[in-house]
């Protein structure tokens, strides 16, 4: 009797230990963190707030302030001396090539391509130092403090650094960028060689854009003091994280596992559909007592699986006063989870409603 007790007993208690570490996480990285983009809150993390060098996803900061500075991302720039023969990963560029700062842009985040970064640099402001600025500049205006570049490379220095965490923020940031999120997410790309001697081959060295289902982008890195880094993005059914990891000796397999692990934990919820809200709202000297409007956008977000308690509320002015034009925005919806806010939409009026023209005489205004 007892023997079959203690049986079940431990049976019981193998199931709970196996159910609680099931998706137990035991990264390799020095620093490590996951995040998700919707809300940047963080779903794991190992020394997320510890400074360590970054080395060439240094080069996320580097294309998105090239991309935010440069009005023409086709406009073709002519190579300068200083942006050739640049140690470590390059495409060597030659003195006068001529490329776009696309072309770069591309070299930049597929190859890793230094020259690459410092041609960039000087194609933004004319200047490294200034760029280096700009960069620190953009890292503080994300409210960022544990990160600070001396370079668009990522190359080794010691007063270049930042953390995984604050890094996740960067690439958070940059993925909700169009143009960034395209360049990082294409697998190869061709550009032109030395004005037309040939053509160069760009191959993304981000192996989970091949290998990991949902991938969409974005940094590889390395160097012998920073040792392994890694940027990883990944979005399925609307839910998306970005995984960092700095000193990483096992990079890749600890992305998955991180990537696993949150898509395990999350989904996406689809808050609204276009039009999901038809409202009437009270309305002050109109022609009309009210006025019908609706949400033009749709809304998800992203929620832990087991944490779901959505309700709504319609936040409008009650002193609503005509007229109102078609199109202008009355209002807005409020989301919550568990009475925290997480989202809104505006409310648009469906219709114009005029004002009471009180120049009309009494007759005209009870019987016109």
């Known amino acids: 009797m007892y023997k079959r007790l203690f049986t079940l007993f431990s049976f019981i208690i193998c199931a709970f230990i196996f159910s609680f570490s099931a998706y137990a996480i035991d990264v390799s990285a ?19 707030n510890m400074r360590l060098p970054m080395a060439s996803t240094t080069k996320i900061m580097t294309a ?85 570049f001396t370079n668009p490379h990522g190359l080794d220095n010691d007063e270049h650094y930042t953390t995984a965490y604050e890094l996740g923020i ?22 032109p060689l030395n004005n037309g001697e040939g053509t160069r081959v760009l191959v993304n060295h981000n192996r989970l854009l091949r290998s990991y289902q949902g991938a969409i982008g974005i940094k590889t890195g390395f160097t012998k003091k920073c040792g392994r880094c890694l940027v990883s993005c990944a979005e399925v059914d609307g839910a998306r994280f970005v995984c960092v990891t700095l000193n990483a000796p096992n990079d890749w397999n600890d992305h998955k596992e991180m990537l696993d692990y949150g898509f395990s934990k999350y989904e996406s919820v689809r808050l609204a559909d276009v039009g999901d809200y038809v409202l009437s709202l009270d309305l002050i000297n109109g022609v009309k007592s009210n006025v019908l409007c609706s949400n033009f956008e749709p809304l998800r977000i992203t929620l832990e699986k087991e944490n779901i308690n959505i309700s709504a509320r319609v936040e409008y002015d ?42 009309k005489s009494l007759f005209e205004r009870l019987f016109g």
Do not use: W
């Not at 958070?172 to 550009?191: D, G, L, W």
């Not at 009355?330 to 004002?355: C, M, Q, R």
């Open 318 to 359: 009650r002193l609503l006063f005509a007229p109102i034009n078609q199109n202008d925005v009355v209002g807005k919806i409020v989301f919550y989870n568990n009475d925290k806010e997480i989202g809104s939409l505006k409310l648009y009026a469906l219709e114009t409603v005029k004002n009471i023209n009180y120049k």
């Open 170 to 191: 960067i690439a958070s940031y940059a993925m909700n960028n169009p143009v960034f999120s395209e360049i990082v997410s294409t697998y190869k790309r061709t550009i």
């Open 30 to 48: 020095k620093g490590a963190v996951l995040i998700e983009c919707d809300s940047n809150d963080i779903v794991y993390s190992k020394n997320a």
């Open 64 to 148: 998105l302030v090239a991309i935010e500075n440069c009005d023409d991302l086709e406009k073709i720039i002519k190579i300068p001396r200083c942006a050739t023969g640049i140690e470590g990963s390059s495409i060597y560029l030659h003195e006068d090539e001529e490329l776009t700062i696309s072309d770069l842009l591309y070299a930049l985040m597929l190859e890793s391509a230094n020259d690459s970064a410092v041609a960039l640099a000087y194609a933004t402001c004319g200047d490294l130092d200034k760029f280096v600025d700009l960069m620190n500049e953009k890292a503080s205006e994300l409210g960022l403090e544990n990160t600070h």
